[in-house]
DNA sequence: GGGCTCATGTAAGTGGTTACATGATTAT
DNA sequence: ATAATCATGTAACCACTTACATGAGCCC
């Protein structure tokens, strides 16, 4: 039963607490989003493959407002999440990154043109280093270790581009 | 004209030089591969859409061997490639990584389970440097300056990631 | 009344990978 | 002889994004 790692987003999410697809995007938004995104059009679809398999059910909640449907783990989706987190195998790592990959191409431009690709390529890791501080408290107030850990490396990591920048920058 | 990235890649590939769809993807493998990847099931359709749009144009080469098609860029590629390379807006920038995805997630683990998923994602990298650092004197032999930098980027990039496994395993 | 947030979904399209089919030339 | 490299391409599939449709409740 191949899960995507997209799913695996969701049964980790689940994990923490019953939740609504819209919650899970809502928490992905403010998590995991800079090393793994997800759509609400990859959410609703793998929700429903996830409860038809059994891994995760979900219960109607009227509360009154428009009908909501909060998932859980099954005892079987929480064992596939304990697999996936222990098993070994390599591990899917991509990037893809067009200011490298103008920078690549970038002989043929004038010194003028160069400092301002690098320019423009510190200040979108400047703005993503302010989202993930923005969303320090967030994770800091989760109670949960490896959240913090992680959002901490990843303003480690837009910090580490930032200065490699401004290094290139002013050569 | 909307263009891929992968496009450019291409065009990029061929200011440098005359080239078959099979030398471009042995180029892309030992060069943006990292921050750019692309598969013969891209560089093939889009080498025809790009000879379609009059951005490139092929000349068959019977060399004995099999038959090859080699490209080069038009003047109206050589515009357009410049048009991308100097153009503002912003910069595509995509990480999934399935290391961290897992860390995140981590809490419930044990102190040794946590450790050896540390030390597989350090492995990981390690090796991306390794195959980067075995592609340095290919990129130093190429007499262009860009390709060396993004490279020395690329090392300097999986260093610090490995370095900051080092540091969480030590904790 | 208007805009925001909560909430659920789907359809169309994009971008990309994997696996396959084919075959000549070159190196061991 | 046989394995690796050069070389071209396609079909099926997968993962993901964007845009849309719908509508209730809440705050100003």
Known sequence: MQLSK??????????????????????????????????????YPELKRLEDAGLIEGEAEATGGRARRAFSLTKKGDAALDDWLTSGGPLHFELRHEGLLRLFFSDPLSGGERTELLRAIRGEHERVREELRAIRPTAE????????????FGIAYQDFIVDWCSRLERR
């Not at 695996?8 to 689940?14: C, E, H, S, T």
């Not at 107030?141 to 901490?152: D, Q, T």
Request: net charge neutral; hydrophobic share 45%; aromatic share 12%.
């Open 6 to 43: 997209t799913a695996y987003v969701i049964l980790g999410m689940l994990r923490m607490g019953k939740r609504t697809g819209y919650e899970i995007k809502s928490l992905v938004d403010v998590s995991t989003r800079f090393f793994w995104a997800a759509s609400y059009g990859q959410i």
């Open 141 to 152: 107030g989760s109670g949960l270790e490896a959240p913090v850990e992680v959002l901490e």
